[in-house]
Nanobody, 124 residues
Framework: QVQLVESGGGLVQLGGSLRLSCAASGRTFSGYVTAWFRQVPGKEREFVAGVRWKDAYADYADFVEGRFTISRTIAENTMFLQMNHLKPEDTAVYYC?????????????????WGQGTQVTVSS
């Protein structure tokens, strides 16, 4: 069983930065694809960015527009999301997710494990 714990959310002003972390316990991320999703009330949870741990292949949603960087630290079994140039529309609960397997997946239903979420609020 994989347990995911997010941290790093908070309140930031327009144009500010935040760094989210997702730590795993119970198993290493080796052989997994991990990702960040976000959700606002009344909307579907949407893919933000993902990384495949085997080769560090990463991909981003179009709305990221180069502002976010996803990374991972193998030694610490932790994934990060560095978010710069934040906008009010980035306000959401951010979730980390993990799926075991070589395929790079981006759909919510493809992920087996989820964290509890961390709130990111960007004020204007």
């Amino acid at each position: 069983q994989v347990q995911l714990v997010e941290s790093g959310g908070g309140l930031v002003q327009l144009g500010g930065s935040l760094r989210l972390s997702c730590a795993a316990s119970g198993r290493t991320f080796s052989g997994y694809v991990t990702a960040w999703f976000r959700q606002v009330p009344g909307k579907e949870r949407e893919f933000v960015a993902g990384v495949r741990w085997k080769d560090a292949y990463a991909d981003y949603a179009d709305f990221v527009e180069g502002r976010f960087t996803i990374s991972r630290t193998i030694a610490e079994n932790t994934m990060f999301l560095q978010m710069n140039h934040l906008k009010p529309e980035d306000t959401a609960v951010y979730y980390c997710a993990a799926n075991k397997g070589p395929l790079f997946v981006t759909r919510q239903g493809d992920f087996s494990y989820w964290g509890q979420g961390t709130q990111v609020t960007v004020s204007s």
